[in-house]
């Protein structure tokens, strides 16, 4: 019956997917993705959060392919950059680095970029594949929570900020705090009762997700760039020998393999991103490889090829949850999420019973913007190669622009812009002072989950905290989110000895 239910589903998706307007979107995304992902410090991130409001006019399935492209295609492209210049074109490319640098001081730049091209289509297939199987049966799993479930799955998704704080729990958790103070502004979704509206209409609706996220990875990060020096990077290598023959297959074939597999299992875990997929897939390569020739560090094909295949599987892994549960997998799901909501659709278990096409269009998407990636990696690599000297200081102040249409094309209105603008001041502030903004954005999304659903479940037991942790689901839960919480602690303490 499952089996049956997940083709229906996939010929479903495919209808809307293999439409002339959708397909053409995927590729236009994949190529913005690249084009921006191949120029250092233009993050996927940033890219989604300002070109997402461009998605309202169209249905959520093309909305979807449009973002779903640039998610993939710039995460892959981060490798270029990377491999020619020693400075990752987005922070999941870090780990290529390693062996990628390398290989490019050899004169073998062209082989870098080809396997990393193979090694990125191979994860990113992989895992889109697996969801595609293994979601449903959460989905499934999950359609028995109720609200003491959700309260503690939210509860488990704002224990993930710790872990995504950087180098200070501390600012990690103000930084979050800040997120879930934002997100009570509006009117209370118990009684309807305004919060901190100061008297001001257009605040009674809430703050724009999407405005301020617009505000924090778009205006902030030029802000910050501009703070920090934009400079020219020339590169002027030749590039040569990108497609990998046969022998480069073989070589690379267990380790993309192993690596794609573990890469789409951290990417479903909340908050663990690419940059960690890739820098555990890369480790365990190398712990594995032996005594590998050249050594990993020194342009081992192999070294590019894990943190390739473990960087771009965990995109895919990380709409486990956001599709199954209604928690970010990473900062780029969270602006998926707030895409959806725009529509009405509220991503969650439910999500695979109401619209069962939507969910399986974005899945057979994702897999076909892996096939243009590695079609436009493999033929367009001398072009992507030039990007790197685009001079970024053009490229800015359009990006300000898109910021000021996109938050007005929201609702129409100048209070979203003027919201837009004040996310950014503040993330500026704080990025300044080196506070991280994930997790602020996981206090916007998750904030008011855990919110209602407690309300909820306290009105329900009229008033005992009992039903939180009777419950087995609830209990679990909360056991894995104390675990999560302490475990950066001990690791930050352990570090210090």
């Given at each position: 019956m499952v089996a049956v239910s997940v083709l229906g589903g996939l010929l479903d998706g495919a209808a809307l997917v293999f439409q002339p307007f959708a397909l053409t979107l995927i590729v236009v995304g994949v190529f913005i993705g690249i084009v921006m992902g191949s120029i250092p410090g233009m993050t996927a991130t940033m890219t989604v959060a300002v070109l997402v409001s461009f998605t309202f006019g169209m249905s959520p399935t093309e909305g979807m392919m449009l973002l779903l492209g640039i998610y993939g295609g710039a995460l892959y492209a981060g490798s270029i950059p990377a491999i020619l210049i020693r400075t990752p074109g987005t922070p999941s490319a870090a780990a290529t680095i390693f062996d990628g640098f390398p290989l490019s001081q050899r004169g073998e730049a062209g082989s870098a970029i080809g396997i990393a091209t193979v090694a990125s289509f191979v994860g990113g297939a992989i895992s889109v594949v697996l969801i595609t199987f293994l979601s449903p049966q959460i989905a499934q799993v999950a359609l028995a929570f109720g609200s003491p479930e959700y309260f503690a799955l939210a509860f488990f998704g704002l224990t993930i900020i710790a872990s995504v704080s950087g180098d200070s729990i501390l600012k990690g958790m103000i930084s979050g705090l800040l997120g879930m103070l934002i997100a009570t502004i509006g009117l209370d979704p118990n009684t309807g009762f305004p919060r901190f509206t100061f008297g001001v209409t257009e605040l009674a609706a809430g703050v724009q997700f999407i405005a301020v996220m617009i505000g924090l990875f778009g205006l902030a990060e030029g802000l910050n760039r501009y703070r920090e020096g934009i400079g020219v990077v020339d590169v002027t290598q030749r590039i040569s020998g990108i497609t990998p023959g046969l022998s480069d297959l073989r070589e690379i074939r267990g380790v993309t393999l192993g690596s794609s597999l573990a890469g789409?299992?951290?990417?479903?875990?909340?908050?663990?991103?690419?940059?960690?997929?890739?820098?555990?897939?890369?480790?365990?390569?190398?712990?594995?490889?032996?005594?590998?020739?050249?050594?990993?560090?020194?342009?081992?094909?192999?070294?590019?090829?894990?943190?390739?295949?473990?960087?771009?599987?965990?995109?895919?892994?990380?709409?486990?949850?956001?599709?199954?549960?209604?928690?970010?997998?990473?900062?780029?799901?969270?602006?998926?999420?707030?895409?959806?909501?725009?529509?009405?659709?509220?991503?969650?278990?439910?999500?695979?019973?109401?619209?069962?096409?939507?969910?399986?269009?974005?899945?057979?998407?994702?897999?076909?913007?892996?096939?243009?990636?590695?079609?436009?990696?493999?033929?367009?690599?001398?072009?992507?190669?030039?990007?790197?000297?685009?001079?970024?200081?053009?490229?800015?102040?359009?990006?300000?622009?898109?910021?000021?249409?996109?938050?007005?094309?929201?609702?129409?209105?100048?209070?979203?812009?003027?919201?837009?603008?004040?996310?950014?001041?503040?993330?500026?502030?704080?990025?300044i002072d080196g506070y991280p903004l994930a997790p602020m954005v996981l206090g916007l999304i998750l904030g008011p989950i855990a919110e209602s659903n407690l309300r909820r479940s306290l009105e329900l037991s009229g008033g005992s905290w009992d039903i939180i942790y009777t419950s087995p689901i609830a209990a679990a839960i909360l056991v894995l989110s104390i675990i999560s919480l302490f475990a950066p602690f001990l690791a930050e303490y352990a570090r210090s000895d």
């Open positions: 789409s299992l951290i990417g479903a875990i909340p908050g663990a991103g690419g940059d960690i997929a890739a820098f555990v897939t890369y480790n365990e390569a190398k712990r594995w490889s032996g005594d590998a020739d050249p050594p990993f560090g020194e342009g081992n094909v192999r070294g590019v090829a894990a943190a390739e295949s473990g960087n771009n599987a965990s995109t895919a892994g990380a709409l486990v949850p956001t599709l199954t549960l209604g928690i970010p997998g990473d900062s780029v799901t969270a602006i998926l999420i707030g895409a959806l909501m725009v529509h009405g659709i509220r991503p969650g278990p439910g999500l695979f019973e109401t619209n069962t096409a939507l969910v399986y269009s974005i899945f057979i998407g994702f897999f076909v913007v892996y096939v243009v990636i590695l079609i436009a990696g493999l033929l367009g690599a001398h072009l992507w190669v030039r990007l790197i000297n685009f001079p970024a200081k053009y490229l800015w102040p359009v990006i300000f622009v898109l910021c000021v249409v996109g938050s007005f094309a929201l609702r129409g209105g100048i209070f979203d812009v003027w919201a837009m603008v004040a996310a950014g001041g503040l993330g500026y502030l704080l990025r």
